[in-house]
Each structure stands twice: as structure tokens, then as C-alpha cells.
């Protein structure tokens, strides 16, 4: 079903009158109709945006501008300062990214970020939606913005009935012909509050909705079987071990490899993550236990079980440390930006050996 051909201009007339009153306020936009944002800023928000939420990345986002005011600051910062700056947002290699492309800008732009689709899809890490997202909202170009959000709003207006992922590229060129050519950065921004307030995964509210006269799905009474969604396939389970070794006051942290699942971070030991628990294998000649219990983490693709295996040394300095491992003292260990999996291993391992417990802001 398709909506009347009226519908993009109508569309974005009315979706601009509806945002001019009830625009989101974030740290990262400026006011509808006013002059765009740094684009630093849109890109910086924008990368931490991708597969998180606005609530989660709030404080990230005031951390980094406040730390890293402007695209040269984060360019030289060191890498495992913006990687502990990070810790808990999860997706690493965003943050690897992160610094890559800043770097790339200041290198090879002058610190200054093209002001086009085609110029920013040439820097690291960014990919066709944050490319339009950021010429759009920090440079008023003409481009198609379609989140997660946008392509609910869409596939709803359109009833698309192609289950996701598959739908993605219908969803895109609908988009596309929604899409105004005046006031583009408000128009992006409108479609993504529209999704996030009003028209919601589970319980739109239409009534509200400043397109509802328009949404082919509403017409039908089934706006939440919009977009459809393929069927689940299983994640499947990696196990492993995490290694608790203390020595005095200090816990023994190494730092992953710079490439790969949580890549450059700080972290307890542990072995290889696989379908089958892998030999142990600790970092250093010590009687070990096994703690009661496990921890689990859900990652995108795979959910993972962890048992702890905890060891005391008298003295750190009687063994050979890994390569990239180092003493922490045992009050620091919930401020060093361990991921978050690692952080639960801390705080399992505290707990079942009745010492201080990691602050829960670890989490």
C-alpha cells in the first residue's frame, strides 16, 4: 500500500510544524531553526549514537566535549585515555574509529570535516547513514537520514510489508522521497524524534502523530506489525574464563590486542571466548579456585558464560607478567574503564571472596 502522492510534501511540511514545538533538547543540536551545530559535535554524537541509546549516551557525550572540546584536542589525545573514557558504551572499535577519523580530519582537512555525503564517507569510520546524517544536520545538505527510528516511521507510513533487514533498501529510497530540500538538518532530526516519541516500537501513539493522516499502517489498524521483522535466529553461547589474580592491594589487569571484540581495552585475563570451554590457560603459577557461579554478557552476536578463577600472590613481583599486563591497585578497579563484562567479572569475584565491592558505576 502506498500513500497518496501528496504525501512528501505534506509530509514534511506538517512534520516540521510538529518538531518546531516539540523538538528534543540534547547537548548536541541546536534549536529548530536556528544556525546547525558544530559539526564535531553532530559527528561525535552520531558515533556514539549508532546501536545505543540517547539516555546512555548523554553523559558520554558531555565527558568527551568537556574533555576534548574540539576535534583537535581528540585527535591528540592518547588512545588509551579516550578507550577508558569509553568504557561501558560498548562496540569498541566505534571508539577506535573515533580517533582515527578525528585524526584524519585534522591530517588531512585542515581540522575541518568536508561539508559533503561523498567528502565524509572517505574518513574512517564513517558509513552511509552517518555520513547523511552529519552533512544534513551540521551542513543543511540534501540527504537521505534513515536510522532505526526513521525507517519504523517509514515503514509504517508505507506499510512495507518486506521483513528487515531485507526492507532496508526499500525503506531508504521511500525515505528518500520524503525527504525536503530546505531545512534538511530539522528535517533528519524530526523524522528521528517522530520515531522515538511518538511512534514507538510497541506502543505508538497515533492520535499524536502530525503524519497519521498519511500512515498506510494506521489505515490497516496494525501499525505495530510495522516493519516486519524476519524471524529470530539464535544466538549461539561462548564460554571462557576470567582470571582474578591478586597480589597485596593490587589486582592484575592486562590490555587486549588493538584489533578484534573490545580491541585496545583494559581488561581482567582471560583466555579465548569459544563454543567449548578452551584449556585453562592462567596468566601466572599460583593455586587457583574456581568461584561459585558464572557471568554472563549478551553481545550482538553471541551470549557468553564466564567462570572466575581467582589466585592471591604474596608478592607481584616473584612472577613474569604477560605482555600489555599490570598491576592496579584494588581501589582503582572501577575507575580504569574496564568493559563491562570484565567489570562484572570484578565485581563476581569480589563478592565471593568478601573483600570491597566494585562501585556498581563500573556497570
Known amino acids: 500500500m502506498r500513500v497518496d502522492s501528496s504525501a512528501p510534501y505534506n509530509h514534511a511540511r506538517r512534520l516540521l510544524d510538529w518538531y518546531d514545538v516539540n523538538a528534543r533538547t540534547l547537548p548536541w543540536r541546536s534549536p529548530p531553526g536556528t544556525p546547525p551545530p558544530d559539526p564535531y559535535r553532530v559527528w561525535l554524537s552520531e558515533i556514539m549514537l549508532q546501536q545505543t541509546t540517547v539516555a546512555s549516551v548523554k553523559g558520554y557525550f558531555e565527558l568527551f566535549i568537556t574533555r576534548w572540546p574540539t576535534v583537535a584536542a581528540l585527535a591528540a589525545a592518547e588512545d588509551a585515555d579516550v578507550m577508558q573514557a569509553w568504557a561501558g558504551l560498548g562496540y569498541y572499535a566505534r571508539a577506535r574509529n573515533l580517533l582515527a577519523c578525528a585524526r584524519s580530519v585534522v591530517a588531512d582537512h585542515g581540522g575541518r ?19 547523511a546524517a552529519v552533512a544534513a544536520i551540521a551542513f543543511g545538505a540534501h540527504a537521505t537520514v534513515a536510522d532505526g527510528n526513521v525507517e519504523r516511521v517509514v515503514a509504517r507510513l508505507y506499510a512495507v510489508e518486506t521483513p528487515m533487514p531485507a526492507a532496508k533498501p526499500t525503506l531508504h529510497a521511500l525515505a528518500a522521497e520524503l525527504t525536503p530540500t530546505q531545512r534538511c538538518g530539522d528535517y533528519a532530526q524530526a523524522m528521528m524524534d517522530l520515531g522515538a516519541t511518538i511512534c514507538t516500537p510497541r ?3 497515533c492520535p499524536a502523530c502530525p ?25 549461539p553461547t561462548r564460554q571462557g574464563t576470567i582470571y582474578w589474580l591478586r597480589a597485596g592491594d593490587t589486582v592484575l589487569v592486562t590490555q587486549r590486542p588493538p584489533r578484534g571484540l573490545l580491541g585496545g581495552m583494559r581488561a581482567l585475563p582471560s583466555d579465548e571466548w569459544a563454543t567449548v570451554r578452551p584449556a585453562l590457560a592462567p596468566p601466572a603459577d599460583a593455586t587457583w579456585q574456581l568461584l561459585p557461579g558464572s557471568v554472563r554478557h549478551v553481545f550482538t552476536h553471541f551470549e557468553l558464560e564466564l567462570v572466575v578463577m581467582a589466585a592471591t600472590l604474596n608478592d607481584g613481583r616473584s612472577v613474569a607478567l604477560p605482555a600489555g599486563a599490570t598491576w592496579v591497585a584494588l581501589a582503582e578497579i572501577d575507575r580504569i574503564g574496564l568493559p563491562t563484562v570484565f567489570a562484572k567479572a570484578a565485581r563476581h569475584a569480589l563478592a565471593h571472596l568478601n573483600t570491597d565491592r566494585v562501585d556498581e558505576k563500573a556497570a
Open 211 to 235: 503524519v497519521a493522516a498519511g500512515c498506510a499502517a494506521l489505515k490497516l489498524q496494525t501499525p505495530t506489525r510495522f516493519p516486519v521483522k524476519a524471524a529470530k535466529v539464535a544466538r
Open 203 to 205: 506502543s505508538p501513539d
Open 113 to 131: 570535516f568536508p561539508d559533503t555525503e561523498a567528502g565524509l564517507r572517505k574518513l574512517p569510520g564513517i558509513g552511509p547513514y552517518t555520513a
